[in-house]
Each structure stands twice: as structure tokens, then as C-alpha cells.
């Protein structure tokens, strides 16, 4: 048999793609060779995810054409796509919440036979092994609205595996992963690479881009800044100049020392009916406090329950000194002045349906408010400077924000809380999907808060991100608290106390 690896198997040329007021894509090319794993990458809003909805059936171009096997071809829907072997993860979750993890894994397949019952022994069987594949210990037959958002990725996964894709596009696919289930995807996408199945990855974390990728292609404004180009060669700043035409600047943070100042929130033994238990936590006044920990640790849960979502069973939370009971989201928000970034930003960082400015001044609502009566103008000052610092990639501030790019949509779901003034503010992996100029802003935001008194809590599985933002980091595992660090700001010293404290409770 001859080696075909390397021939090119898909293509886009000189494809355009308008919308009304917006240039999306305008004579864009990239090429897919079997057997590589090719990087996409490109602020937000220069046109990565329009290339694959392009590329999946999802949009049709105006301009240009596809070709798999060097043959035109015209993709009317998502299954056509995947007639013609083309898979897709796609960075926000698509998944039937309703469903079993077995069933959204071979939905495909489901009720293929109009006259025979669903083998639903046998559908999770199969899902089985593609769980197997990926490492999954995960019941087939739990639904997926019961799994963590970082299992819904990998769920994700298995699905688009499961399809048998000759043409796999991977949209942000480690966004929700911890470090250990990045190192294990990556060995699965090498194996796949070496049998032959052709990659396009999506990341904004360039280290990953660099690790595993072989070919690049980036996008800027909405055109090629450079076209599958040889990844061989090419360092960090190369890549951070095609993507924003300009270096990259890393700050020279310095460690602080914020055990003088007031506190802002304190945990005292506290227990929740989620598993917590004997939790002793404090963020002072202008300190960000990381919580690092692996997925299914209880970071998230444990913010809800902050947030009220999830009442504590025992011990005391007291802010700024005083005991309290927060009994739900609002009286977080409006009566101690608390504020969430969530990781999920479609489901609880953003009303999808609404506009820029709705969502972004949402938090502000009550405040701005005299008589009953708010107008836009109102709002509209006090958001837009936050909108705008964000650089929010929007035709106008009426624009619905689930017509946004993803990473724009997480600007919008970070400057409502910037627009509120909380006095803690949780930041649950804020990151996620967001370019590298974007996240520099972000990180820079978050540390003049700080500045300016703020609390934060940082929850993030980047651990570049962690060690760069928090003044003490403190780790937690199976819904317990590990213990604590200050940061130093030496990458290796602290990865290597955060595994340790991870791996002191796992022995425990």
C-alpha cells in the first residue's frame, strides 16, 4: 500500500463569508493534509469559528470553495459534513442534557431501523469503549446533565471520535481540562494523527499549539495572516505577531503580602449537602486567593455555595467580618455585593437572547434605577468604558450576544461584573476561550481590581494562569482543602507544591 500521509484530503479556498454589516471572511485558505494536526488560530472574532461552521455544513460561503480529495464539494447541513468523515468538538458544549451520555455518544445512530427498538444495551456498549478510549470512567447511562462541564468536553469527544471522522476540528478542546486529562487527550491525538486522521485545532493556549501541532494557520481580521504554514521554526512570539501584529507583554508582577489587611470573606468550618466539608478559607481585601485543584475537586461547588445556590450545613461564612447567610444568587449579588464569573457562560454568565448592553449592565440594573424607571443612556455609561476595555468585538451594543463569538461573549460576561463594583469577586475559569491579547487585558483587570481593594477568587486549571494572577493558592481535592501556598512566581517550584498538596490528599 502506498504511504498517502501528507496528501492533502480537505481544503477551503478563497472562501468569503458576509453578514450584514460584518466581513467575517474575506478570501480565506487553508489546507488539511492526512495525518497532521493543524493549528487555527486568530483573535477572537477574526473568523476561526465562522472557517468551521464553513468547514462542518453549519454556513455556506459566498465565495470560494471546499474541496475533500482535491473534489468541490457543496456542504447543504452538518450531515453532510459527516457523510464526507468530518467530525467537530465544539468548544461550546452540544450536547442533550436530557439524554444519557451513551445515547448524545451514538445520536447519530440512534432509531436508525424505523420498526426496531432502540438496543439500548448495545449503544451503551459501544459508548463504552469509546469512553474506554479516552479514559473515561463514566456510566454510559447517566445523564449528562448530571456530569461536570469538563466531562461534558471529553463526552464531546468520544462522540465526534465515535463518527469515525477522517477530518477532525477540535474547537478550544482542553478549554475545561485539567493538566493530567491534557496530557492524556494529546497522547489520543497523536495515536489518531499516526492512523491517519487529518486535525484542525483551535486553541488560544500557544504552549499547546507548539507541543502538538505541525502545520498553522492563522487569522487576522478576518483574513489569512499566514496560510498552513510548517510550524518547524516558528516561536511564541512569531505566532503571537501573525495573531496581533505586535509582541506579545508579559508583565513583571511582584509578589504581595496581604496578611495584614482586612478580611473580606471567611469559611469557618464550613460544610454543604454537595460533600464539602471542614473548609477553612480567607480572601483579604485587594488579594486574589487562587483555588486550584482537579476536576471534580468541588472548586465550582464550593463557589455556588458562597454564591447561595447551595446552603452551608455547618460552619459560619462571615463577610467583611460579620456572619451571614446568603440564601440566594440575588441577595449575593445586590445585598453583599458578590460577584460570579462562571465557566458556563451560556448557561449562567449571559441571557443569549438579549443584547450587549442588557447583559453587560444587567448587574447594575438596580442600582441605576430611580422610581422604577432606567433608560439605556444610564446604563450605557456606566457599562460601555468596561465594553470597550474589553474590546468586545460587536456591530453595535444592540447586537444579541449569542451572536457573538464565544471569546467576545466572555468579555461581556467579565465587564457586567466589572460595571457592579462587587467587593468579592469569584472568577471561575475565566479564560476559557479567550485570545491572548484578551486574557493579558483580563489578567490586567483583575490585578488593578485587586489594586483598588477587591477580592478575588480565582478558580482556573491553567496553571500558567494561576501562578501569574494569585498572591496564595490554595488547593483543594475530593471537596476537602489540601492546604496553602504564597505564591513565589517560580513556575517550577509552585506546579511542583500544588501537585504535591493533590497528591497529599489522594495518599490521605
Not at 486535525?199 to 496560510?227: P, W, Y
Not at 510548517?230 to 505566532?239: I, N, T
Not at 443584547?355 to 460601555?384: C, H, M, P, Q, Y
Not at 467587593?423 to 485587586?450: C, F, N, W
Request: aromatic share 4%.
Amino acid at each position: 500500500m502506498p504511504d498517502t500521509k501528507g496528501e492533502i484530503v480537505f481544503q477551503a479556498r478563497g472562501v468569503s463569508k458576509f453578514f450584514p454589516g460584518v466581513k467575517a471572511l474575506e478570501g480565506v485558505s487553508i489546507s488539511l493534509t492526512k495525518g497532521s494536526i493543524h493549528a487555527l488560530l486568530g483573535e477572537n472574532g477574526a473568523g476561526k469559528s465562522t472557517l468551521i461552521k464553513l468547514i462542518t455544513g453549519v454556513l455556506r460561503p459566498d465565495e470560494g470553495e471546499l474541496l475533500v480529495d482535491g473534489k468541490p464539494v457543496t456542504l447543504l447541513s452538518t450531515r453532510d459534513a459527516i457523510a464526507m468523515g468530518i467530525g467537530v468538538v465544539h468548544q461550546e458544549r452540544n450536547l442533550i442534557t436530557r439524554f444519557s451520555v451513551g445515547e448524545n455518544i451514538m445520536l447519530e445512530r440512534l432509531g436508525a431501523h424505523l420498526f426496531k427498538p432502540i438496543d439500548y444495551a448495545g449503544i451503551n456498549a459501544e459508548a463504552r469503549r469509546w469512553l474506554d478510549v479516552l479514559g473515561l470512567d463514566i456510566d454510559p447511562s447517566t445523564p449528562v446533565s448530571q456530569l461536570s462541564v469538563a466531562k461534558m468536553q471529553l463526552v464531546e469527544i468520544a462522540k465526534a471520535l465515535s463518527l469515525r471522522s477522517r477530518v477532525l476540528l477540535l474547537d478550544e478542546p482542553t478549554a475545561s481540562l485539567t493538566p493530567h486529562e491534557t496530557v492524556a487527550l494529546f497522547a489520543l491525538l497523536k495515536k489518531l494523527r499516526d492512523e491517519g486522521v487529518s486535525m484542525l485545532f483551535v486553541s488560544h493556549k500557544l504552549e499547546e499549539v507548539q507541543e502538538i501541532c505541525d502545520q498553522v494557520t492563522v487569522l487576522r481580521d478576518g483574513r489569512n495572516a499566514c496560510d498552513s504554514r510548517p510550524m518547524a521554526g516558528l516561536g511564541r512570539q512569531d505566532l503571537v505577531r501573525l495573531m496581533i501584529g505586535r509582541s506579545e507583554q508579559i508583565p513583571d508582577w511582584k509578589p504581595r503580602d496581604h496578611a495584614g489587611a482586612p478580611p473580606v470573606l471567611e469559611l469557618e468550618g464550613v460544610a454543604t449537602p454537595l460533600g464539602h466539608r471542614d473548609i477553612d478559607l480567607t480572601v483579604r481585601r485587594g488579594e486574589i486567593v487562587g483555588l486550584y485543584g482537579l476536576v471534580g475537586a468541588g472548586r465550582t461547588e464550593l463557589a455556588k455555595s458562597i454564591m447561595g445556590q447551595y446552603p452551608a450545613t455547618a460552619g459560619t461564612i462571615k463577610l467583611e467580618g460579620r456572619p451571614v447567610q446568603v440564601t440566594s444568587v440575588g441577595q449575593a449579588i445586590h445585598t453583599h455585593r458578590i460577584g460570579y464569573v462562571s465557566e458556563d457562560r451560556k448557561q449562567e454568565g449571559l441571557i443569549l437572547l438579549h443584547s450587549v448592553l442588557d447583559n453587560a449592565g444587567i448587574t447594575i440594573w438596580r442600582k441605576l434605577a430611580r422610581f422604577g424607571l432606567l433608560t439605556d443612556r444610564k446604563v450605557r455609561a456606566a457599562a460601555e468604558p468596561h465594553i470597550r476595555k474589553l474590546e468586545v468585538r460587536t456591530p453595535s451594543l444592540q447586537q444579541t450576544v449569542g451572536n457573538l463569538s464565544g471569546g467576545n461573549q466572555q468579555k461581556i460576561s467579565v465587564a457586567k461584573w466589572l460595571a457592579a463594583g462587587v467587593k468579592l469577586l469569584i472568577v471561575d475559569e475565566p479564560s476559557v476561550g479567550i485570545d491572548i491579547k484578551t486574557k493579558a487585558y483580563l489578567h490586567e483587570l483583575l490585578r488593578e481590581l485587586s489594586d483598588t481593594g477587591t477580592a478575588i477568587l480565582l478558580i482556573t486549571s491553567d496553571m500558567p494562569e494561576m501562578i501569574a494572577l494569585a498572591d496564595r493558592i490554595v488547593v483543594m481535592n475530593d471537596y476537602r482543602l489540601a492546604g496553602g501556598l504564597h505564591n513565589s512566581r517560580d513556575y517550577d517550584s509552585m506546579s511542583e507544591g500544588i501537585m504535591n498538596l493533590i497528591h497529599k490528599v489522594d495518599a490521605a
